[in-house]
């Protein structure tokens, strides 16, 4: 299974913005055709959730929590696929995740995301 890479967490404000990415080591578009892809979050104190999810039919969905905020988007020159973050919150402050939504896909180091309020 592919071992994916996030990047592009940081420290925001409440109200800003972040873009992350996840990044395959080769074909994305395979992965999001042959598993699909999760976004997920670890925030303090809490199992870790799903925060979006693509299917392999191009389907994408969000949690309660990130429906009109986020974002998932694709760059297939790129092998990348992004997560665009609106209107963050403090209780969106935790570690991201993308990983193919296989049952053995790896799990990356995630990306930390703080926002302050």
């Known amino acids: 299974q592919v071992q994916l890479a996030e990047s592009g967490g940081g420290l925001v404000q409440a109200g800003g913005s972040l873009r992350l990415s996840c990044v395959a080591p080769?074909?994305?578009?395979?992965?999001?055709?042959?598993?699909?892809l999760g976004w997920y979050r670890q925030v303090p104190g809490k199992q870790r959730e799903l925060v979006a999810y693509i299917t392999t039919a191009g389907y994408i969905d969000y949690s309660d929590f990130a429906k009109g905020r986020f974002a998932c988007s694709r760059d297939d020159a790129k092998n990348t696929v992004y997560l665009q973050m609106n209107s963050l919150k403090p209780e969106d402050t935790g570690v991201y995740y993308c990983?193919?939504?296989?049952?053995?896909?790896?799990w990356g180091q995630g990306t930390q995301v703080t926002v302050s309020s």
């Open positions: 990983r193919a939504l296989a049952h053995s896909a790896p």
């Open positions: 080769r074909s994305i578009a395979s992965v999001l055709s042959m598993d699909g």
